[in-house]
């Protein structure tokens, strides 16, 4: 069974990448991070979550995201791995912030994290 923790540490993280990259446009303050602990998956480190329209209109709650890290897999890579991954999961998020999210193809995410992790190393 999953169990989830929130990573407080990797909140911290995309606090600072988002302020030094110049993604102004994410508002961390409705941006979340769990660790999963127990997942099956093997390939994937982290995945995002959104909320419907539906509920967030139902609950009259502003759009809000959630990263999930699997821990297993995120908490043994190499900082600058993590940094790149953490990157590539706010690249999801799209610049309207109205709950939706990017998929791949719509966003050249290779690219785009390159290009934003040489902004963390300066």
Request: charged share 30%.
């Amino acid at each position: 069974m999953i169990s989830y923790r929130r990573a407080v540490d990797i909140e911290e993280r995309v606090k600072a990448i988002v302020a030094k990259t110049g993604l102004g446009y994410l508002d961390v303050e409705r941006i979340r991070c769990v660790r999963s602990y127990g997942s099956a998956s093997s390939n994937t480190a982290a995945r995002i979550h959104s909320v419907s329209k539906a509920f967030l209109t139902g609950f009259g709650m502003k759009p809000a995201y959630v990263i999930e890290f699997i821990a297993e897999i995120f908490d043994k890579l190499p900082a600058e791995s993590q940094d790149e991954i953490i990157i590539h999961e706010l690249l999801h998020i799209p610049k309207s912030f109205t709950g939706g999210l990017l998929p791949h193809g719509r966003v050249d995410f290779r690219r785009e994290t390159k290009t934003l992790k040489k902004m963390l190393k300066t």
